[in-house]
């Protein structure tokens, strides 16, 4: 005959299997009421990670941009002080202005390929033909070339060589009381088919 262990005392068999039955049941319905809860857990945590992207979205959209920094209006020097084909590296705004014969442009300095950061390497020849398709030849020297898969552009931002789809990304630029001024929101970027002489803000 079973020993009831909790009490020391011997059980009829029916009695035995009747209490080994709700020992089974009381197991299984821990268990599910464990699942329950780790289930109830991660979908919890998962509503709270949606919420807090959304939060983090909403914050981003309604904070406005800072002054001087990316994303931001960025001020990258008189006009004055730029020679014709000089390219300026301005890294709070993560961009290029260059001045041109017909203005300036401000290049984001992001491939346009897969990200990476392009460098201005002044010493290079620069390869390539003018935008537009037009007569101009370029012979000043230097150009930028992405570290990650050699693409190359000139100093307007044309792909002239390497596998980056388009010319580099633009960013608004204007001249205010003699300053230039650059608009470098990611959203603001303009991404172009062709770099054309006609991109450059006149001085």
Aim: aromatic content about 10%; hydrophobic content about 40%.
């Amino acid at each position: 005959m079973p020993l009831d262990r909790d009490r020391g005392l011997f059980l009829p068999p029916a009695r035995a299997a009747q209490l080994d039955a709700l020992d089974e049941q009381h197991r299984v319905q821990r268990a599910r009421a464990s699942r329950r809860l780790v289930f109830r857990w991660v979908a919890w945590g998962a509503l709270a990670t949606l919420v807090g992207q959304w939060s983090l979205g909403l914050l981003h959209f309604l904070t406005p941009r800072r002054l001087g920094a990316f994303g931001g209006v960025v001020v990258a020097g008189a006009v004055e002080s730029y020679k014709i084909g000089e390219v300026r590296v301005i890294r709070e705004g993560k961009c290029y202005v260059v001045r041109v014969p017909e203005g300036f442009i401000a290049l984001w300095w992001k491939c346009p390929h897969l990200g990476c950061t392009v460098p201005w390497l002044p010493n290079d020849v620069s390869e390539g033909g003018p935008p537009d398709g037009g007569d101009r030849a370029f012979t000043d020297k230097g150009h930028f070339k992405c570290p990650c898969h050699q693409s190359t552009y000139n100093r307007y931002g044309q792909i002239v060589s390497g596998p980056a789809p388009r010319p580099m990304s633009q960013f608004p630029l204007r001249v205010e009381d003699g300053k230039i001024v650059v608009d470098t929101g990611p959203d603001r970027a303009i991404i172009r088919s062709v770099a054309r002489f006609s991109d450059a803000t006149p001085a």
